[in-house]
């Protein structure tokens, strides 16, 4: 069974300084990796995904993520944040098959500190 | 493009009541929708699997006869919570996929915030 793990609940970054948030999967064949932002009360949003091809995938908002096959990770990172990044963060991944569903971490939530 | 709504996107009701939430994909084709359930600070849960013209497949422990999926047309399925009760006060979303691609990726709507009074 695929599953995923973020390790950091909650994360405390200077705006301005850099971010990384850190994700662990498992499954056995080709992940489908994906990372969704989720402000309160809101939907989520995807901040970008990877199927395949270049592992480092740039996302919207300024995010990017790498795959590390090798690590089982797909780490995300912000060069410099921004008070407006407070949010909640989750991986998530899929198989390859287009008909399996999403399996989700548990978020982690970044708080901004000015 | 790839554009999910909800229905209410806020709802109370009293206890013992039914309450139905709308999940639309407004500019695609959505064979496949699912429903989530989110308490406060936590995860998503998978509730069920809505394919368009059939019967929903429900994940372990999600009551069928209480959340009734219905995935009438391609761009619409909707979750009643029947007879609800407080502690199905919850956080629903639900997401669609695009039958034009083949793979997992989701658009999701914004959610609707349920409260039973």
């Known amino acids: 069974a695929q599953s995923v793990t973020q390790p950091d609940i909650h994360i405390t970054v200077s705006e301005g300084a850099s971010l990384e948030l850190r994700c662990n999967y498992s499954?056995?064949?080709?992940?489908?990796l994906f990372w969704y932002v989720q402000s309160p009360g809101q939907g989520l949003q995807l901040l970008l995904k990877?199927?395949?091809?270049?592992?480092l995938v740039q996302g919207i908002k300024g995010f990017e993520a790498e795959f590390k096959r090798s690590q089982s990770s797909f780490n995300l990172r912000k060069p410099s944040v921004h008070w407006s990044d407070a949010a909640e963060y989750f991986c998530?991944?899929?198989?390859?098959?287009?008909?399996?569903?999403?399996?989700f971490g548990k978020g982690t939530m970044l708080l901004v500190s000015p | 493009g790839a554009v999910v709504s909800q229905h209410p996107s806020r709802v109370i009701c009293k206890s013992g009541t039914s309450v139905k939430i709308e999940c639309r994909s407004l500019?695609?084709?959505?064979?496949?929708m699912f429903w989530y359930r989110q308490f406060p600070k936590q995860s998503l849960m998978l509730m069920a699997t809505?394919?368009?013209?059939?019967?929903?497949?429900?994940e372990q422990g999600v009551e069928k006869d209480k959340f009734l999926i219905n995935h009438a047309s391609l761009t619409l399925s909707t979750l009643t919570v029947t007879s609800a009760h407080p502690e199905d006060s919850s956080f629903y979303i639900c997401?669609?996929?695009?039958?034009?691609?083949?793979?997992?990726?989701?658009?999701f709507g914004p959610g609707t915030r349920l409260t039973v009074t």
């Open positions: 990877y199927f395949s091809g270049d592992t």
């Open positions: 998530a991944v899929g198989a390859d098959s287009g008909y399996s569903t999403l399996t």
């Open positions: 499954y056995g064949a080709t992940p489908y």
């Open positions: 809505s394919n368009e013209g059939s019967k929903a497949t429900y």
């Open positions: 997401s669609a996929r695009d039958m034009g691609q083949g793979t997992s990726e989701q658009y």
């Open positions: 500019d695609f084709q959505a064979t496949t």
